[in-house]
T-cell receptor, first 113, second 110 residues
């Protein structure tokens, strides 16, 4: 089945700097890759997603890139702010099950003021 | 606004007890999921359901079962709770791609 690996497990950046989180997946037929943000004590929420027919997607300060050949995708956050501090999860949707999501292990991002 | 509600925020149970975790969604979603969240392991899929009375095993179904008698409700059952099932349990629902999560149930088995 699908396996998703996520790095790094923790990331500390200075406010205003950029942050990059990377994920790799194993099923080359997976076609949907969302990113979820979980603030302390709260539920995970979708922040951005990308489908396999697109290489990059942006939404204000966040962007996601996808390299299908290498089977990896990344989350980029520019001009980080303290409110970006949270745990971020990547996920992949296996080809044999369009609505099932397999998540990575998570990245704890700390933005230092 | 999609609402996914889990019946308990915190639960403490004894080893060997039968435990029911309930999840209700109000958006008529076809798909419902149960995940457990452990530090360093992310969200691991236990069971999911595409429709009423349908269920499929996820990556870690051992020690768990589920029930979906109505479209809006998906229950996770621990037949005989063990200490290694102490965890945060998250329910989610979806219509297509985006999953909406409940607030989570922190279960402690003593």
């Amino acid at each position: 089945g699908e396996n998703v690996e996520q790095h790094p497990s923790t990331l500390s950046v200075q406010e205003g700097d950029s942050a990059v989180i990377k994920c790799t997946y194993s099923d080359s037929a997976s076609n949907y890759f969302p990113w979820y943000k979980q603030e302390l004590g709260k539920r995970p929420q979708l922040i951005i997603d990308i489908r396999s027919n697109v290489g990059e997607k942006k939404d204000q300060r966040i962007a996601v890139t996808l390299n299908k050949t290498a089977k990896h995708f990344s989350l980029h956050i520019t001009e980080t702010q303290p409110e970006d501090s949270a745990v971020y999860f990547c996920a992949a949707s296996p080809a044999d099950s369009s609505y099932k999501l397999i998540f990575g292990s998570g990245t704890r991002l700390l933005v230092r003021p | 606004d999609v609402k996914v509600t889990q019946s308990s925020r915190y639960l403490v149970k004894r080893t060997g007890e039968k435990v029911f975790l309930e999840c209700v969604q109000d958006m008529d979603h076809e798909n419902m999921f149960w995940y457990r969240q452990d530090p360093g392991l992310g969200l691991r899929l236990i069971y999911f359901s595409y429709d009423v009375k349908m269920k499929e095993k996820g990556d870690i179904p051992e020690g768990y079962s589920v029930s979906r008698e109505k479209k809006e409700r998906f229950s996770l059952i621990l037949e005989s709770a063990s200490t290694n099932q102490t965890s945060m349990y998250l329910c989610a629902s979806s219509l297509t791609s985006e999953a909406f999560f409940g607030q989570g149930t922190r279960l402690t088995v003593v």
